[in-house]
Structures are given as structure tokens and as C-alpha cells.
């Protein structure tokens, strides 16, 4: 006789949420998603299953009766334990959220939770569509020394500066002066960024004062290679547990990882900052952003091993000033300065998005004295805390911000006399062939195109009627690919100009997405928007100035 024992253990705690509803508190849970059958207690738990697809497209639904709201909140505690690859939890401002991994999973999804799980009526938001912010790797380029070309034997010249464009420098001079009018044309931000990229050893670098004036910090963001990024990623549970793993299993992850940064072209000094002063991986300890802080003993990093020993690390340590350790001790500065990076990258300056790829290397820590009565500001920590916060955020613009889209995976099987309607679709969704294959003996080809998230939705039911019900695509979660036009890109540089002239420049798909998710979230669009006839009136009205001036010389 045997007894059978079902043990429900607990995978994941992301979707506990508790919220009060007509005085009764609710919880939403996934601890029933993952169980194993066995015949003795002894019988250790199997391992949870990875899924290919990752939930990326997500709605807020509502009961349209409030008084339907707990049985909404159950059924999609139903519906999460039911389906492996949904997720579900409660946002600050009450909204429940169901992620899914495609248009057609929500469409499943939708109709088990109103027919089978919760059996009410609810509305349901727009899709909303995860990205991701970064930075560009330029500052972690490695210098390729070339070979020299023989010198041959030259005059030696006088060299004559470069001359300015006349226009050029009229639009200089009008950019002074809306700086000192303290023009609304531009934001403040933006106004930051043009000052930091006057001079290269500028570019990422943010500082400011605490709220009683007495620490000031200097932050500079690095942007990683993204291939390194995925490689990060692809160890989420090593990095989760980094701080629990042997001696040995830390140094071939040390060893992995610096291979890793060597292989894509980061120079000497970045490898050594992450490898002897990393204080945090975040968001969450386990995403893909680094915070490097020099005033950490080597010993107390968080990639520290003997076994895979740094040298020549030692001579970037810095000392704290003697002056702030009598109010906050450098142990509470760190945890500090980590909570602070944490909330920087969990919601980046862009769109309020999850950064990633982004390395921040505290620079300098200065302390002032600050004469106060009373500090009104509270604990220096918090006040660290919050500081840090900003100069993220503010580092992050100065760098070479660009947002991050999802890429589906679409294969399907296509006619050849319809090849070029299909192709048609894809080219105004901003799709990608991967492949086009012919199978033998037939006219029929097997296409894999990468469309992005966004262009997704209605892509199937337009390719079914293009395709006459006959082709039908299959669409999985490929990979994130960086956007590269810049969302804060105006024609400055006489180049640029040139380039451009006085036409209206080509749609920036960069500040269109950034402006979109802005004006969902309900931010204020200032942040990235630069109006174009208002750059186009600067450029006219030193055209202006221009002409008048000849006409006064002649």
C-alpha cells in the first residue's frame, strides 16, 4: 500500500501582490504552477521547465461592475496557475496586468478567463509592449593601434584653423542666447546634454549634492557591448545566487565573464573597475547593469576570489573624505548609493522603462561643509539614496541613450505567386527576412522573417488575407535589438546641415516610440521634444542674418 504525496512548492514571488478591497485584502499567487508526483517524501522536487517565449505583450483589465472585482482577481489566480507562460500581478495604482507571449495567446487567454475562470464581464486596455533602455557601447571601444605607413619626406606647413560655417556659427550664437533667455524651446535636460558633448571626456558623466549640500557625488555612465548583455542575461539564476556560489564556481564565472568583456573590445582599466570594485548587478540584483564604486576594498567586491586574482587593480582604490564618515559610515554609503542605482534602472529617463546594459562608475565622492542648525532633510543615507537616483538618470541622457525593441520570429509557408504581396507587409512593418527557402519539388517557399513587437499586432490576420486563408504564420520571441536612431538627434554640425539642408528631416523611429510610451504613461512629452519648424525657423532666420550682413557690408 502506498500513500502518494503531492508536494506544491513555491517558484517565483513576483506576482504577490496585496491589495485592500471593499476591507478584505486579496492575494494573487503562483505557488501551485510547479508540482511533483511521488511516492515518498524523500523524492526531491523537479526542476520548473524553461519556456523559449517570454511574456512581453501585456493588458490592464477591469471589471466593468466593481463589486466583480474578487471574482476577476480570482480567476486570474486560476488563470496563472493553469498557464505556464502567463504572467499576472498588481501594479502601485490597482490595475491588474496579464502578460502574455503573443497576440493569439491573449486572445486564448482572454476568452479562458471570461468563459471558464472568472465567468464576468471586464474590459480590457490597449496592448502594452515592453522595451528596454541602453546605452551605446562608445566609451568601452577599444583602440586599434594600425600599423603606421612609412613617412616620406613633407613640408612642413603652417596649419590654418578650420573655417566655420557662416550659418553655422550664426545658429551657435542664437543658441547662447536662448541659453541665457532661458528659453521653454528646449528642456533642461536637453540643455545638459548639448554642454556635456562640447568635449569628449564629458560624454556620461553626471554629478550633483545631496539636499543638504554636504556630499556631492560624480557618476559616469559606460554603456557594455550587447552581445555581453545576452551573455548576462542567459545567467540570471548564477547571478540571483552569486553570493552563495564556491570558490571555484565564482572564479570560472570571473574567468567566463572577463574573457567575455576581452572578446568585444572593453579596454583594460573598464575590466579591471568591474572585476575588483563591483558593488551590485540590478535591477533586482540579477538583470544586466553594473555599479562600480573605487572606494570599495577589493575584498568586498562582489566578483572577489582569490582564485582569480585582479592585478594591478589596486591603484584605482579611492579613500572616502574623513569629513563624511561622521555622518554616515561607508558601509550605509554603498547600500545607499546601491538602492539608489536599483531605482534608476528599474524605470529608466526615457519612457520610464527597465535600463539595461548601462554600467555606472561612481567617479569622486566630495564633501562640503554645510553649516545646519537642524539637517531638515533627514538621514544622509536616504538623501545618498535619492541623489543617486537623479545623477543615474542624468548620466544616462549624457551618454548615448537608445531605446531597446522585442523581434518575433515569424515563419510560414508562402506561395510563390504570392510572394510579392507577402513581402509587401512585411516591408511596411519594418520586417526583416531572415531566410527564403525553397522546398524541393514544389513552389512553395519556407520564409522566417523578424518583425518587431510593436508592428505585430493584426500582422497574422493582414497575412492570411494577403495570402488568400492559405499561408498561415507562426510567431515566437526571437531576441531585443537595439533602435539606433537617436530620440534627442537635431542637425547641428555644419555637416549635418549640409546634409539636411532646409528640408524636413526623415522620421526619428527612436523619439516616435519614446513620445508614444510618454503619452501612454501619461509623462510629459518635453522630455525629447525638440519641434522641428522651430529648428527649421533657427536655420531661416541665420539665413536672415546672413544676408542682412552682406547687405550692410556692401
Not at 21 to 35: A, N, Q
Not at 238 to 261: D, G, H, M, Y
Not at 499 to 518: A, W
Request: glycine share 4%; aromatic share 8%; net charge positive.
Amino acid at each position: 500500500f502506498f500513500f502518494f504525496f503531492f508536494f506544491f512548492f513555491k517558484q517565483k514571488t513576483a506576482y504577490e501582490m496585496l491589495r485592500s478591497l471593499v476591507g478584505s485584502e486579496m492575494c494573487i499567487r503562483d505557488r501551485y504552477k510547479v508540482g511533483t508526483l511521488a511516492s515518498s517524501p524523500e523524492c526531491p522536487t523537479f526542476n520548473p521547465m524553461n519556456y523559449k517565449s517570454k511574456p512581453i505583450i501585456k493588458v490592464a483589465i477591469e471589471a466593468e461592475n466593481l463589486g466583480d472585482m474578487e471574482k476577476l482577481a480570482e480567476g486570474l489566480k486560476k488563470l496563472n496557475r493553469a498557464e505556464p507562460a502567463v504572467e499576472v500581478y498588481l501594479t502601485e495604482s490597482g490595475e491588474y496586468i496579464l502578460c502574455t507571449c503573443g497576440e493569439v495567446h491573449l486572445q486564448k487567454c482572454i476568452k479562458d478567463l471570461r468563459d471558464e475562470f472568472a465567468k464576468v464581464k471586464f474590459k480590457i486596455s490597449d496592448h502594452i509592449v515592453n522595451f528596454r533602455e541602453t546605452i551605446l557601447l562608445q566609451d568601452l571601444k577599444q583602440k586599434k593601434t594600425k600599423n603606421p605607413p612609412e613617412k616620406k619626406e613633407e613640408v612642413v606647413q603652417e596649419s590654418k584653423p578650420i573655417p566655420i560655417h557662416p550659418v553655422h556659427a550664426l545658429i551657435m550664437e542664437l543658441e547662447k542666447e536662448e541659453e541665457k533667455k532661458s528659453s521653454d524651446k528646449l528642456t533642461t535636460l536637453y540643455l545638459e546634454k548639448l554642454k556635456h558633448l562640447k568635449g569628449e571626456n564629458q560624454r556620461g558623466m553626471a554629478f550633483d549634492k545631496t539636499p543638504n549640500g554636504r556630499c556631492r557625488l560624480f557618476v559616469r555612465a559606460i554603456g557594455l557591448d550587447f552581445e555581453v548583455v545576452k551573455w548576462l542575461e542567459n545567467r540570471r539564476d548564477l547571478l540571483r545566487r552569486v553570493t552563495e556560489l564556491t570558490q571555484e564556481q565564482l572564479a570560472e564565472f570571473v574567468n567566463q565573464f572577463k574573457a567575455k568583456l576581452e572578446e568585444h573590445s572593453t579596454r583594460r582599466k573598464i575590466i579591471n573597475l568591474i572585476l575588483s570594485y563591483l558593488l551590485a548587478f540590478g535591477p533586482k540584483r540579477h538583470e544586466a547593469n553594473l555599479i562600480i564604486s573605487p572606494f570599495l576594498q577589493t575584498a568586498q567586491s562582489l566578483l572577489y576570489t582569490p582564485l582569480a586574482a585582479n592585478v594591478g587593480a589596486e591603484k584605482y582604490y579611492q579613500n572616502v573624505p574623513k569629513e563624511l564618515a561622521e555622518y554616515i559610515s561607508l558601509q550605509e554609503l554603498h547600500k545607499s548609493i546601491v538602492a539608489g542605482f536599483e531605482l534608476a534602472t528599474l524605470s529608466g529617463p526615457l519612457c520610464e522603462e527597465p535600463m539595461v546594459g548601462a554600467c555606472f562608475l561612481v567617479e569622486a565622492i566630495e564633501y562640503e561643509e554645510v553649516k545646519l542648525e537642524a539637517d531638515p532633510y533627514g538621514p544622509l543615507s536616504g538623501q545618498v539614496m535619492s541623489t543617486m537616483r537623479e545623477i543615474c538618470r542624468k548620466a544616462f541622457i549624457n551618454a548615448e541613450p537608445r531605446i531597446v525593441e522585442g523581434l518575433y520570429l515569424c515563419t510560414m509557408q508562402v506561395n510563390s505567386d504570392i510572394l510579392g504581396k507577402i513581402y509587401s507587409v512585411i516591408n511596411k512593418r519594418r520586417g526583416k527576412i531572415v531566410s527564403e527557402e525553397l522546398l524541393p519539388e514544389t513552389n512553395v517557399f519556407t520564409v522566417r522573417v523578424l518583425i518587431p513587437v510593436v508592428e505585430s499586432f493584426g500582422f497574422a490576420e493582414e497575412i492570411r488575407k494577403k495570402g488568400d486563408g492559405i499561408t498561415d504564420p507562426q510567431m515566437t520571441f526571437s531576441h531585443w535589438e537595439i533602435v539606433n536612431e537617436d530620440p534627442f538627434f537635431v542637425a547641428k554640425t555644419a555637416e549635418q546641415m549640409e546634409e539636411f539642408g532646409n528640408q524636413v528631416q526623415p522620421p526619428n523611429l527612436g523619439k516616435i516610440i519614446v513620445e508614444k510610451v510618454r503619452k501612454r504613461k501619461g509623462l510629459p512629452l518635453s522630455l525629447i521634444h525638440i519641434s522641428e519648424p522651430t529648428r527649421q525657423a533657427e536655420i531661416s532666420y541665420a539665413v536672415f542674418c546672413l544676408k542682412k550682413k552682406k547687405k550692410k557690408k556692401k
